[in-house]
């Protein structure tokens, strides 16, 4: 019940920042070639999965690009706002697919269960 409420939150959030960004009249163009851009945080697995778990979540919390978007609003950057939202609705994605923030013992260890079988 709980994975599942967290799941539809990321499907939430991946619907509000798709609004959001809509909305905004940004170039999808932008969009399309930044969707995946958190996930070469992954690359920290190179180094174990202790150093990958601590970069791949420091790609997928939504504290860093909600402080972008808030910060690009106020300083009246249409870029930073952008970014914020497609880094935002990338996060929603995942949560939603059930790619929750990694555990340092296992790429498929998440907050949200363990990914795929076995």
Excluded: Q
Excluded at 24 to 37: E, K, M
Excluded at 93 to 111: M, Q, S, V
């Amino acid at each position: 019940m709980t994975t599942a409420l967290l799941r539809l939150e990321g499907a939430a959030l991946c619907l509000a920042a798709l609004a959001g960004y809509w909305l905004s009249g940004a170039n999808w163009w932008l969009f399309a070639i930044l969707i995946l851009a958190p996930d070469l945080s992954m690359l920290g697995y190179l180094k174990g999965p202790r150093v990958g778990a601590y970069a791949y979540n420091c790609f997928h919390v939504t504290l860093w690009p909600l402080a972008l978007l808030v910060g690009g609003y106020v300083a009246g950057s249409a870029l930073c706002v952008s970014i914020g939202l497609i880094w935002l609705a990338h996060i929603g994605i995942d949560r939603a697919l059930g790619y929750g923030l990694k555990l340092p013992t296992d790429f498929r260890d998440t907050h949200l269960g363990r990914i795929g079988r076995g």
